[in-house]
């Protein structure tokens, strides 16, 4: 009875891990500006939402529906990163259920853009020593993606993307 129940903790444990890689999956593509491997961890009609949340009123900037307008949103309407640039998504505190084949995260987010110094053509001046460049935070919400179990592989259904900043769309 005892081991039954052990293998059941560590079954819920694994599922919950196996969630959390989908975010984790999630975030490195991102960071990479790759729309094939994003909209691969949906369903074929996915969907993200992306909301700015100022004192808890949700305003709706836009939806993304379906892999392809997903994968298009990613790769071909991001501002690329500059040279020697990246971005670096960090999600904390997950909060993650698993009931059967549906499962939800609530995760706090922190988007990190990282640029490099120009090495100087006469080289570093002497004494400089280390990194050169700035790591600036520039957004930061939370991550509540729905997901659903389909053949034995967790996929996204719903993202939902809530900022604390505001977001400059163009036309709006």
């Known amino acids: 009875m005892e081991q039954n129940s052990a293998n059941k903790v560590q079954s819920k444990a694994s599922e919950e891990r196996q969630v959390q890689h989908v975010l984790a999956r999630y975030v490195r593509a991102a960071d990479q500006l790759n729309g094939k491997a994003v909209s691969d961890l949906f369903v074929p009609d996915g ?89 600036t935070p520039t957004e930061s919400g939370y991550y509540q993606p729905t997901l659903q179990k389909i053949s034995g592989e967790w996929k996204i259904v719903t993202h939902v993307i809530l900022h604390d900043l505001p977001f400059a769309i163009p036309g709006r």
């Open 47 to 135: 969907k993200v939402e992306v909301y700015y949340v100022n004192r808890g009123n949700r305003e709706l900037l836009f939806v993304l529906s379906g892999q392809a307008e997903i994968e298009n949103a990613m790769s071909n309407l991001m501002k690329p990163h500059p040279d020697r640039g990246w971005s670096h998504h960090t999600t904390h505190d997950h909060i993650i259920e698993v009931n059967g084949d549906h499962a939800t995260i609530d995760a706090q987010f922190i988007r990190f853009d990282a640029v490099g110094e120009i090495r100087p053509d006469n080289g570093w001046p002497e004494g400089t020593l280390g990194i050169m460049g700035k790591v």
